[in-house]
């Protein structure tokens, strides 16, 4: 099965720094990649998403970038803000029993420092 | 639209009990998945339903199951409850997993086992 690979598990930044976030995915034939942000006592909300076709996707200050050759994907964040302190999921989208099914990197702890 | 509704948010169950959780999709969507969440593991896949059928299933024991209405909600059952069955337990909703529609999820049930 997919097994989806998530760098590093925590991360300080000086707010205004930019912050990356690394993932490795194993399926070749993985053809999607959301990104997830989780604030604390809420459950994951999709922030940006990319599929294979396309290489890099920007919304304002959020950029994911996706190199299939070396099957791995990154989530960019400019100009951090504090509110951007939360947990970060990548994700890969395989098939599994002939149906898609979405697997989940271990999360990376953001703290933006004001 | 509502967002996906889990409930409760919050149960406490001793060793050996059995639970249900509850968890209604946004309006329209027909594929539920559920995920386990803890600190060491991240999200782990458990089951997706879909149009009352179980499509996928996670690397889970028998003693967690699931099931699906004709209205789409859906409820998980965990029988013969164990420490380490202490989790957050998240549900997502969406279109159809099959087709590019991302993963929309709740605010989870916190489970804890005494």
């Known amino acids: 099965g997919e097994n989806v690979e998530q760098h590093p598990s925590t991360l300080s930044v000086q707010e205004g720094d930019s912050a990356v976030i690394k993932c490795t995915y194993s399926?070749?034939?993985?053809?999607?990649f959301p990104w997830y942000k989780q604030e604390l006592g809420k459950g994951p909300q999709l922030i940006i998403d990319?599929?294979?076709?396309?290489g890099e996707k920007k919304d304002q200050r959020i950029a994911v970038t996706l190199n299939k050759t070396a099957k791995h994907f990154s989530l960019h964040i400019t100009e951090t803000q504090p509110e951007d302190s939360a947990v970060y999921f990548c994700?890969?989208?395989?098939?599994?029993?002939?149906?898609?099914?979405?697997?989940f990197g271990t999360g990376t702890k953001l703290q933006v420092i004001p | 639209k509502a967002g996906v509704t889990q409930t409760p948010r919050y149960l406490i169950k001793t060793r050996g009990q059995q639970v249900t959780l509850s968890c209604s999709p946004i309006?329209?969507?027909?594929?539920v998945s559920w995920y386990q969440q803890t600190p060491g593991q991240g999200l782990q896949f458990l089951f997706e339903?879909?149009?009352?059928?179980?499509?996928n299933k996670g690397n889970f024991p028998g003693r967690f199951s699931g099931r699906q209405f004709s209205n789409s909600r859906s409820e998980m059952n965990v029988s013969t409850l164990e420490l380490g069955d202490s989790a957050l337990y998240l549900c997502?909703?969406?279109?159809?997993?099959?087709?590019?529609?991302?993963?929309?999820f709740g605010n989870g049930t916190r489970l804890t086992v005494t």
């Open positions: 997502a909703s969406s279109l159809d997993q099959g087709r590019d529609s991302p993963l929309h």
């Open positions: 399926d070749s034939a993985s053809n999607y």
């Open positions: 990319i599929r294979s076709n396309v």
């Open positions: 994700a890969a989208r395989s098939l599994s029993g002939g149906y898609q099914k979405v697997t």
């Open positions: 309006s329209g969507h027909r594929s």
């Open positions: 339903y879909f149009s009352e059928t179980q499509r």
